[in-house]
């Protein structure tokens, strides 16, 4: 074996630790969206207050992926990745053995955090320890962890529920957890901290406090009444201080969300429309389990088989677009 070979088996080596990452993160984003009916009668709550069982993670999601880059850079990726995975395999615990609403919860905002991490800085990752002319493939195989949880989450989720207990849904995240904390402190190379990195306050918190606002009057707005004073706060308060971090990111130095990127056409708009793929994907997992349970009478593992096939087929096609990529360019996938 020459030394390309050791170092490409190296490579995938360290590139398996972050698809597993990778895998746990997708697993719990999918498989939780058929529990939905079930979550509503454990914890006695309507449709509108179970859905912060989705929003919680998400938004804590969103919001800590503004400063994985931040954390990597100050004390190192395999550290900070380590330690998501820490934080990701104890909120799947909490979870788990959640005995009220509020618990479960807070689980769901520890899963956020770590997995907040877990998919940009597993990103970077893969563009540290791999050659840019193999990124494609990489970039490829490890999309089928993301792709693959969403075929086999759904299904997985409707057998867990019916076979044996929603607690499972969690449970089943903690050894595998477990194994890729060994697997990233044994196997993944540690990246060099700049230690004079500053942390954009202003930034993150005009982010979080924006966000917070946006989703709480989006989710709460039928409810409470779209022209009731407490939505109409919250949506102002959350645009004022979107467009104060947007202002603000312009003019720092050293900005939590570079948004000078957007001058680039290319960034924009493949950010634009990768967003409207992610809303559309989003209302889908949480909507139609909820149709297909609760207004068709259909089980859990029904509802998973039929969310199947669309997710099978997006994950068989990430590796060859990821060929195709390294061999004709950016353009042609367009």
């Known amino acids: 074996m020459n030394t390309g070979e050791l170092q490409d088996r190296i490579n995938w080596a360290a590139t398996s630790v972050i698809i597993m ?12 969206n058929v529990a939905i009916s079930k979550l509503m009668a454990v914890f006695g709550t309507n449709a509108n207050d179970i859905q912060w069982v989705l929003t919680a993670y998400m938004l804590t999601q969103g919001i800590v992926i503004a400063l994985a880059g931040y954390l990597g850079d100050k004390y190192g990726y395999k550290k900070t990745f380590v330690f998501a995975l820490i934080v990701f395999t104890l909120g799947s615990f909490l979870c788990g053995t959640s005995f009220t609403f509020s618990m479960i919860i807070i689980g769901r905002v520890l899963q956020g955090i770590g997995a907040g991490i ?3 800085l ?5 563009f540290r320890i791999n050659p840019i002319s193999k990124i494609g ?7 089928i962890a993301g792709m693959a949880t969403m075929a086999i989450g759904p299904s997985l989720g409707g057998y867990l529920i019916e076979a044996a207990s929603w607690r499972m849904l969690f449970y089943i995240n903690v050894p595998v957890g477990l194994l890729a904390i060994f697997m990233g402190i044994t196997l993944l190379p540690e990246t060099e901290k700049n230690s004079t990195s500053t942390l954009d306050t202003v930034g993150i918190a005009t982010i979080c ?7 709480f009057a989006l989710s709460k707005g039928n409810q409470m009444g779209w022209g009731g004073p407490v939505i109409v706060a919250m949506l102002f308060v959350g645009i004022i201080n979107l467009l104060v971090m947007i202002v603000h990111e312009l003019r720092c130095p050293e900005p939590v969300l570079d948004m000078r990127l957007f001058k680039n056409k290319l960034f924009t708009l493949s950010t634009i429309i990768s967003s409207f793929v992610q809303v559309a994907m989003v209302v889908v997992v949480y909507l139609f389990p909820l149709f297909m349970q609760s207004v068709l009478g259909q089980t859990a593992m029904q509802t998973g088989l039929v969310l199947l096939p669309p997710a099978l087929v997006t994950a068989i096609f990430m590796p060859i677009s990821g060929r195709l990529f390294d061999k004709y360019g950016a ?4």
């Open 137 to 143: 493939v990489v970039l490829g195989v490890w999309g």
């Open 331 to 334: 353009m042609w996938g367009w």
């Open 209 to 215: 406090v924006g966000l917070f606002c946006l989703i």
């Open 21 to 32: 990452g990778t895998f746990l993160q997708g697993l719990t984003g999918n498989i939780v």
């Open 122 to 126: 597993g990103m970077a990752i893969c």
């Open 118 to 120: 877990i998919m940009p």
